[in-house]
């Protein structure tokens, strides 16, 4: 069965720090991945997705994220945090040919940034 | 330009009883999911409606239904209500297969007494 491990559950940084969230999934087949992001008090929405070509995928606010095939990963990163960037992040991946609204979800990631 | 809304928000049943929850996807989706989201947890998916099919279902019980009307809305049925059912309820819609781009209601958070 498929699954996601999101590696840290509460992530802690001060402003202008790096930000790197790590995911792995476990699928042997090709797959569709994603990161979203819940700010406090809103709904889940995505931050970026990689469905194939250049692993290297940049989203919103300056996340990007890097597909490893061989290491069954998908890391979130950002160079520099804002406070406006306190949030709990999801990883999740849907298995190519599976249905359009069934993802795999990790645990999440919250992180909170001081000012 | 509404987006997905979800009713109610907040409700309270206790041990057996049913509960029935509605979702309105974003204009120009036509693809209804509900994920089941307890606390501390990843949303898991419960099951998928397009075209009022059920599509695609995870690892729920059959106490678990759901229904898709024309107009493309839906609803999730829970019977015989456990404790473990107490969790956060979200409805992601979409257009169409394929793109797993899902657009997320802001959920309704059941307590099971």
């Known amino acids: 069965a498929q699954s996601v491990s999101q590696h840290n559950h509460h992530v802690i940084l001060s402003e202008a720090a790096s930000l790197e969230l790590g995911c792995n999934y476990s699928?042997?087949?090709?797959?569709?991945l994603f990161w979203y992001v819940q700010y406090p008090g809103q709904h889940l929405q995505l931050l970026l997705k990689y469905f194939s070509g250049d692993p290297l995928v940049k989203g919103i606010k300056g996340f990007e994220a890097e597909f490893i095939k061989s290491k069954f990963s998908f890391n979130l990163r950002k160079p520099s945090v804002q406070w406006s960037d306190t949030a709990e992040y999801f990883c999740a991946v849907k298995g190519y040919g599976g249905s359009q609204g069934n993802l795999i979800f990790g645990k999440g990631t919250k992180l909170s940034v001081k000012p | 330009d509404a987006g997905v809304t979800q009713s109610p928000t907040h409700l309270i049943k206790t041990r057996g009883q049913q509960v029935t929850l509605r979702c309105s996807p974003k204009?120009?989706?036509?693809?209804v999911s509900w994920y089941q989201q307890a606390l501390g947890q990843g949303p898991q998916f419960i099951f998928q409606?397009?075209?009022?099919?059920?599509?695609q279902r995870g690892n729920f019980p059959d106490r678990f239904s759901g229904h898709q009307f024309p107009n493309y809305s839906s609803e999730l049925n829970v019977n015989a209500l456990l404790l473990g059912d107490s969790a956060l309820y979200l409805c992601?819609?979409?257009?169409?297969?394929?793109?797993?781009?899902?657009?997320f209601g802001e959920g309704s958070r059941l307590t099971v007494l």
């Open positions: 699928y042997g087949g090709t797959v569709n």
């Open positions: 409606y397009y075209e009022e099919e059920e599509r």
């Open positions: 204009s120009g989706h036509d693809t």
């Open positions: 992601a819609t979409g257009v169409g297969e394929g793109t797993g781009e899902l657009f």
